[in-house]
Each structure stands twice: as structure tokens, then as C-alpha cells.
């Protein structure tokens, strides 16, 4: 414990110790509309080994839909064995400027009471964005990590989730996501996180390269790029842009506190104003020791049970510890840790902080 300690404050030391850094503008955000497209589809899986969903009505309409495409018209009567097929569920993620023909990687979960996929082919399943249009079709061998295994006496086995898989390069992409970011009238670049000082500081960066007014910062998300019709043109500017060297503006001061786990997480902006601060430990204990009485010969007595009870209170003694105006972070870990506060110990030690006004951060519980 004391050398988790001393490595955590070595390691706080040194962020504490180290000066503000420039990231570069693509590590910061992402121009507007330049972003991935989620996809997914309703299939079936075949060639299963007896793991499939059985005879569900669903799965099975599903077999007759699959039959139909070619031309096999099942009697409506017709109630097929499920037990090597199931239905499922596609999902993709479609990247930026995707072209048709290129290849996406896919994820397969069944829907119903299949034990495994293991061993399953999908059928030709057209995969949909948000807009309700087809923009890939999927079909391919399953790749399924997890395994399954059942006695007859009702006794069972399963290694990871044999319910889903993937396949690699399962699906083809047929029609390419229109960004606009060639006819746009601006580009608009979004931060991840916002903060004012950080959209100036973008700006600030991009005039001082491209030239003064062609960059202003709209709110603290976004900063919008005056920049010249043409695909190749905003592909060389965009470029240029995101390569730059932006010094970020200091997060807020937060304390993220996960009450599940015990773990708190304080960043470098946290300030203490001057408290004093103690924290003890009261441990009662209670030791039972019966005793049997056995009673003499001849006394006519009975053999009984004595209670014997021993109750101990043991209070930890601690030293009061003072924190001084404006601590840094490295200060404040290196104080709580001089008096030997767990993780429990150390939340209370915070909100008691935080209710006095001593402590000069947002308190955030998990």
C-alpha cells in the first residue's frame, strides 16, 4: 500500500510539474458532418448445428420471406424445423466518405433462443440507415468466440456470449453518405468539449496560419472556417488545420467520486481554501465467551449456560491536518494520505470539504 502511495504521488507531482502542452486540432474535435453512420439489418442465419431458435413463429416467417426471394412459395401450413436457423440482428458502423464497393466490418446477435451461432452463415440481409435507405448489403460466415455445451441431464456450459459474432468484411457498401462539406457555404469545426477559451484558441490558431477573419468562434462548441467552393481545395485546407497546434484551456475543477467502487479522481484544477481537517475511527467489539456451570454432585442443581460478555471500544487516534489557501492537487492526495484515509475515508473527508466551502471544485458522485 505505502509503495501505490508514493508512486501516485510521484505521478502527480510530475503532472503538476509539467506546463500546459499544445494538442493538435484533430484531437480536439471534428469538422461538422464529418463523422461515421450507424447501420443496421434483420436477417437470418443458417447451416447452425441444432442451435437455432426452434419453431418461433417469427423465425419462421422469416424462412418463408428468405424461401420467397427465389421463388419457393412454403405452403402456409408449411411449419419448418428452426433448429438450424435463427434470426438477427445486423449492426455496422458506415465511416465517413465510404464509397460503394469498399467493405465494413459487422456485428451479429441473435434475437431469439438460439444457443449459438457458432458455425452460421448470413443470408443476403440489406442493411439501413436512419433515413430508412439501403446503403450496404451483408452476407458471410460468422466468426463466434464464445461456446456452448449441454448435457441431457440438464446440466450446461457456456464460455463467453456464443449468441453473437462478427464478420470481418461482411458487408459492401452501395451508396456513399452525401456530407456537403465540399458546397457547404462554411466549414464548422465542433469541439468534443465546450469551452469558450478553447474555440478562441482554435480560431486564434487558424487566422494566424490562413489569415486573419477566416476563422471565428460562433460558441463554445464551434468555430466556423470561411474556406473556397471545391473538393480538393477543402481537403488540402482541412488538412492543414487539423495539423495545427492548439493550447487547450484548463478543464474545470472536478472531483469524480464512484461511490460502487471506492475510486475518486481529482484533476489538476482542484483548489482548497484553508481548513482544518480530522478524521477518526470509533470500533466497538463485542466478545461472547459462555460458560457452562456444572453443579456440584448431589446438589440437585442442572448443568445451565452463563453468558460471559466482554465489550471493548477502541477509538483510532488521528492528527488533526491543516490545508493551507490554494493547495495543488499533489498537496492535498499527499495530505489525506499522511493520516492514512482509504477511499471511503477520503470521500467523506471531500463532501465534508465541499459543505464547509473549503473545497473549490464541482463534487460529482457515481
Known sequence: ???VRTLMLALLALVAATPATADRVKDLGGFQGIR????????????LPGTGDDNLEYTVQSLKAVASRFGLQLPPQANPGMKNAAVVMITADLPPFAKPGQKLDITVASMGKAKSLRGGSLILTPLLGADGQI????????????????????S????????????????TVERAVVTGFDTAPALTFNLQRADFTTAQNVAAAINKRLGGGV?????????????????DVRATLMSEIENLDVVAAEP???????????TVVINSAVRVGPAAVTHGKLTVRIDEKPQVSQPAPLSQ??????????????????????????PKLADIVKAVNAIGASPADLVAILEALKEAGALKAELIVL
Do not use: C, H, W
Open 1 to 3: 500500500m505505502n509503495i
Open 36 to 47: 461515421s453512420n450507424q447501420l443496421t439489418g434483420y436477417g437470418v442465419v443458417v447451416g
Open 252 to 262: 474545470p475543477a472536478k472531483v469524480i467520486v464512484n461511490a460502487r467502487t471506492g
Open 135 to 154: 446503403y450496404a448489403m451483408a452476407q458471410g460466415n460468422l466468426a463466434v468466440g464464445g461456446l456452448g455445451a449441454e448435457g441431457a441431464d440438464g
Open 301 to 326: 442443581g442442572q448443568t445451565a449456560v452463563v453468558p460471559n460478555s466482554t465489550v471493548a471500544v477502541d477509538e483510532e487516534r488521528r492528527p488533526m491536518f491543516l490545508l493551507n489557501p490554494g
Open 215 to 231: 476563422a471565428q468562434a460562433v460558441d463554445a462548441v464551434s468555430v466556423s472556417v470561411r474556406a473556397p467552393q471545391g473538393a
Open 156 to 171: 450446461k456450459i457456456v464460455v463467453n456470449i456464443p449468441s453473437s459474432g462478427r464478420i470481418p468484411e461482411g458487408a
